[in-house]
């Protein structure tokens, strides 16, 4: 069996999957105050064209998904698409980054499924701020939505991207919340793909920094064995349940054991988040690519799957100012 394997030899295992470039917040980080310019329905890959992308990819080798936004939960019966997911025997998981302002009904009926872990969105623990942060006022919907997704079998992460001058204070408690919870909280770089380009930052808060400030609190810091495709770095407070980890996501510190892509709603194909996008998969299926066709441009396009997020960079053709609602989380 064939299967999908860049030029540097890493095979590629997982897929990074936007259902909707909507999203029910405005997150300061990803989009602008405005939102963004939505694309129509029609442009977006059908349920029906996800499941087959995925069924395609996972006969070359990709046994997980990841199901981003935007907001997944924004979408229509975006819980169909997980049960359709459900079918594909060859997918190991299936797991969902979301801000929590949508799941909570459906928590029971995704514990059922495939579904292996939660990505929650939360960048502070104060009601004020994150509302400051999103321009929304859904503080108390999400951390009911940590309560309850911390009390199912669901594995949960707690995703705060660490923003300059906005909530470094707060990176402290949140370590603290690994104290009592078996949670694995992980600090994100920020990104400069906000919409409006990257901005100017009081200090840099990268990956050295982060563990700086957290180092600087604790004396018993274990250091945990990461999976070598792991994009975070990750720790143990001696006597804490739960862990965290940083993700050097700007510095790109990871890319060597890269073994994803992303596919956009808009079906845009990418080896990598910092590329411009490669090749538009839904346009090629709407035209009437057969399962082989897809197998052999698949194959075609991981092939040239860039060396790092650097080298990606280096070869757009436009300047890094998309939201990440586009992109696909």
């Known amino acids: 069996m064939s299967i999908l394997k860049d030029k540097f030899g890493r095979k590629i295992s997982y897929v990074r999957l936007a259902v909707t470039d909507r999203c029910n917040l405005r997150c300061q980080y990803c989009m602008p105050a405005h939102g963004i310019d939505i694309v129509d329905r029609k442009e977006l890959l059908t349920f029906k064209e996800m499941y087959r992308l995925t069924r395609v990819l996972s006969e070359l080798g990709v ?25 594909n025997e060859l997918l190991d998981e299936i797991n969902i980054t979301t801000n929590g302002a949508l799941i909570a009904n459906h928590i029971e009926q995704i514990e059922q499924l495939k579904v292996k872990s939660i990505n929650l969105s939360l960048d502070s623990l104060n009601r004020q701020k994150f509302a400051e942060i999103t321009r929304r006022d859904v503080f108390d919907e999400v951390y009911k939505t940590l309560e309850k997704l911390e009390n199912s079998k669901l594995d949960l992460k707690l995703n705060m991207v660490v923003q300059s001058g906005v909530n470094t204070d707060e990176i402290i408690d949140f370590v603290e919340l690994t104290k009592y919870k078996n949670i694995a909280v992980r ?118 799957k860039p060396k790092d997020g650097f080298i990606a960079e280096q070869e757009r053709n436009s300047d890094v100012s998309e939201s990440m609602s586009t992109i696909g989380g």
């Not at 046994?63 to 079918?87: A, C, H, I, S």
């Not at 840099?204 to 920094?209: H, P």
């Not at 600087?216 to 064995?225: G, M, S, V």
Request: aromatic letters at 12%; a neutral charge; proline letters at 2%.
């Open 187 to 304: 600090f994100i770089e920020e990104m400069p793909f906000n919409g409006t380009g990257q901005k100017n930052v009081i200090e840099v808060w990268d990956y050295n920094k982060i563990f700086q400030s957290i180092e600087n609190k604790y004396d018993d810091i274990d250091k945990l064995k990461d999976k070598r495709s792991s994009t975070s770095r990750n720790f143990k407070i001696d006597q804490y349940q739960g862990t965290f980890g940083i993700i050097p996501a700007f510095t790109r510190t990871i890319c060597g054991d890269c073994d994803r892509i992303r596919i956009t709603s808009t079906g845009l194909f990418k080896n990598c988040l910092f590329d411009d996008g490669v090749f538009n998969v839904r346009d090629f299926m709407r035209e009437g690519a057969d399962d082989k066709d897809l197998k052999n441009l698949f194959l075609s396009l991981v092939h040239k």
């Open 63 to 87: 046994n997980k998904v990841r199901l981003t936004g935007g907001e997944p939960f924004v979408r229509k019966d975006f819980v169909k698409l997980l049960e359709m997911l459900n079918y």
